[in-house]
C-alpha cells in the first residue's frame, strides 16, 4: 500500500514563501493524477492544484499565480512552491492522488502570520 508523507511546512510571515513536498513509497506520480490539498481550521480538505497526467497543472483561483507544483520523478517525489503566503493558507496541506484513493498522509501545518 502506498504510503505518502508530507513535510516542510512551519510559520512564517505574510509574503514569505514555503516549499513543501510529498513522498510517496510507490509510483503514483506517474500512473495518475495527482494534487495537493489543504484545510485549514474548522475547515473542508479541498483541492487547491491538480497536476493531471500530460497536461499543465491546474490551480485554483485562490492561489493561482502564487503557488507552483512540480514533480521529480528520479526521487518519485511531488514538491510546492508557495510564495507570497498569506494568513488565508494558514492550513494543514496534503498530497494525494486526484481523485483521492490512496490513505491519506500525516499532512505538514501552513501558518502564516499578518
Known amino acids: 500500500q502506498v504510503q505518502l508523507v508530507e513535510s516542510g511546512g512551519g510559520l512564517v510571515h505574510t509574503g514569505e514563501s514555503l516549499r513543501l513536498s510529498c513522498a510517496a513509497s510507490g509510483d503514483i506520480f506517474t500512473r495518475s493524477a495527482v494534487g495537493w490539498y489543504r484545510q485549514a481550521p474548522g475547515g473542508t480538505r479541498d483541492l487547491i492544484v491538480t497536476l493531471p497526467r500530460g497536461h499543465p497543472p491546474v490551480t485554483s483561483d485562490s492561489v493561482k499565480g502564487r503557488f507552483t507544483p512540480s514533480i521529480d520523478h528520479a526521487a518519485n517525489t511531488m514538491t510546492l512552491q508557495m510564495n507570497f503566503l498569506k494568513p488565508d493558507d494558514t492550513a494543514t496541506y496534503y498530497c494525494?492522488?486526484?481523485?483521492?484513493?490512496?490513505?491519506w498522509g500525516q499532512g505538514t501545518r501552513v501558518t502564516v502570520s499578518a
Open positions: 494525494n492522488a486526484m481523485p483521492p484513493r490512496i490513505a
